[in-house]
């Protein structure tokens, strides 16, 4: 069974940054994507990047030049550095992952993410 644990979320200032982490188990085959969607209160979930083994990083365009992915396989662990970070950058933030490219979608728990002076 994957599972997904995320930390690193918290409070920031306006223009501070965070590093979020993902780590995953449960697969033998690693995983073919890992990344990063974030849920607003009142919003619905959205894209923030994900990292895939075929196609490399990608980017909600809200989120690109400021947010980067990466990932360490031999962890199985997904990373997002938040740079810059604005009020608007407060909500939930969930690791997402699939064992192959046609797998189902694992999701973690999430973790809170607070921009506010």
């Known amino acids: 069974q994957v599972q997904l644990v995320e930390s690193g979320g918290g409070l920031v200032q306006p223009g501070g940054s965070l590093r979020l982490s993902c780590a995953g188990s449960?697969?033998?085959?690693?995983?073919?994507?890992m990344g990063w969607y974030r849920q607003a209160p009142g919003k619905q979930r959205e894209l923030v990047a994900v990292?895939?083994?075929?196609?490399?990083?990608e980017y909600a365009d809200s989120w690109q030049g400021r947010f980067f992915i990466s990932r360490d396989d031999a962890k199985n662990t997904a990373y997002l550095q938040m740079n810059s970070l604005k009020p608007e950058g407060t909500a939930i933030y969930l690791c997402?992952?699939?064992?192959?490219?046609?797998?189902?979608?694992?999701w973690g728990q999430g973790t809170q993410v607070t921009v506010s002076s």
């Open positions: 990292s895939s083994r075929d196609r490399g990083p």
């Open positions: 449960g697969s033998i085959v690693g995983f073919y994507s």
């Open positions: 997402n992952a699939r064992m192959t490219k046609y797998s189902r979608d694992s």
